[in-house]
């Protein structure tokens, strides 16, 4: 078990299930968070001096040999890029979260860098290359998987703290917080739950001074934002019998939440279906796991837990298979 | 500001909180919730609403046991009886 920065818990978070060679709309949220979450890690080590709200980076930050390569990516684009070098914690998370392209880029190839080292994060085909279309048209697209018991450590421990009665360390409020910025909340928390920690948070906003520090900065886009929620919603718009989500009507808006299998044979049973469905997701490098078996089965690949439902396309001849949804929390 | 622990200290002090017992057994929240409220992990709270705490070696044994058990088979009401009996 490895005791990991708060940078990299996050990453782990956030960086999983996202393409690894383009940079997406979702994708580019997430690292401006990360960056937003290497300060805050400085600063929960200790890393600024304070005066009144104004925060300076100490000199010898920077000299340490314990510095990881993306807190000095960070570090110094801002250090650099402006004479003044002393803000409030709100100016360097603002700050943090704009940088360029490129920089958000070399941050990205940094810190999944260090948790390739440690074992945690390796770059898999993405589910969309599973998908019928892609699929035959050999087109290989890449992804990020975090380590699946790393990633169930992680989640499951900020679940408890929140949702449990008692103190909440400063780690799980920064990464609440950087959880809320990128749009991540849904990944971890049912809509139930989400009231509870929405409550929880207001408690921590009026007893912890990081958290009133910190809960009212705001550094998402907006558009990026309504990007994200708008594919997310749409999963929610169609619910049916059989399953849910506009992606059943408009898949092509976000394939990747819609992908589609196709199956060796026409009207197969629901255990063939199964079978084509893990071989080929194996035979991509996935890892599945049949939670439910039945008409529509349950399968965590990976990280995420998704349905597998039965559905057909039609072009010149009709293909039978499944789409794969993935599965809110309720 | 309290910091989270770590894993050195976890494994080097006598009570452990819930979040804690998540990180070393692998286990899911929601499940180890489950075993708290049915009795089957004894825990101390010094007042309501303050954290529950648990006994780390003992309690870890204990969930050790259960997914044990699962595994072979039992029910809930199968592993209270046997949880019951052990003690």
């Known amino acids: ?330 | 500001m309290s910091r989270q622990r770590s894993m050195e200290a976890i494994l080097a002090s006598e009570f452990v909180t819930i979040g804690e017992l998540v990180r070393l057994t692998d286990s899911r929240y929601s499940t180890l919730k489950f075993y708290t409220e049915e009795g089957m992990l004894p825990f101390t709270q010094a007042e309501e609403n303050l954290t529950r705490r648990y006994k780390r070696e003992e309690t870890i044994a204990r969930i050790h046991f259960i997914k044990e058990l699962r595994a072979s088979g039992l029910s809930i009401p199968q592993i209270k009886e046997a949880l019951n009996k052990g003690q």
């Open chain 1, 1 to 330: 078990m490895t005791d990991l920065q708060l940078a990299q818990s996050f990453s782990m978070m956030a960086l999983n299930a996202q393409r690894s060679l383009e940079m997406t709309t979702a994708k580019k949220m997430a690292l401006r968070c990360i960056a937003a979450a290497v300060i805050l890690e400085v600063y929960l080590d200790k890393g600024f001096t304070q005066s009144k709200n104004q925060l300076a980076l100490k000199k010898d930050v920077l000299e340490q040999s314990h510095t990881m390569l993306y807190q000095e990516i960070i570090l110094k684009s801002l250090a650099r890029r402006n004479a003044k070098k002393s803000w409030d914690l709100k100016d360097w998370l603002k700050r943090a979260s704009k940088l360029s392209g490129s920089k958000l880029k070399s941050l990205e190839r940094a810190v999944s860098d260090s948790l390739k080292e440690l074992g945690l994060l390796e770059e898999i085909p993405h589910l969309l290359g599973c998908d019928l279309y892609f699929h035959s048209a050999g087109v290989s697209i890449k992804g990020y998987r975090s380590d699946i018991q790393e990633y169930s450590r992680i989640s499951e421990g900020i679940r408890a703290e929140i949702l449990e009665d008692g103190p909440v360390t400063d780690e799980t409020i920064c990464m609440l917080w950087l959880l809320r910025e990128s749009g991540c909340m849904h990944d971890l928390f049912s809509r139930n739950e989400l009231d509870i920690v929405s409550a929880r948070m207001y408690k921590l906003y009026q007893g912890s001074p990081l958290a009133k520090a910190l809960y009212p900065i705001r550094i998402h886009r907006g558009i990026e934002l309504a990007t994200k929620q708008f594919l997310r919603m749409k999963k929610e718009v169609v619910r049916t019998q059989v399953g849910s989500g506009l992606n059943f009507l408009f898949p092509i808006l976000e394939r990747s939440q819609a992908v589609f299998i196709d199956m060796e044979a026409m009207f197969s049973n629901p255990a063939a279906r199964l079978h084509d469905v893990k071989q080929r997701l194996e035979s991509k490098g996935h890892t599945v796991t049949v939670l439910k078996e039945g008409q529509i089965p349950t399968i965590k690949i990976d990280n995420i837990v998704y349905e597998a439902i039965p559905h057909a396309i039609y072009g010149r001849v009709p293909i039978h298979g499944v789409r794969l949804i993935p599965k809110p929390l309720f």
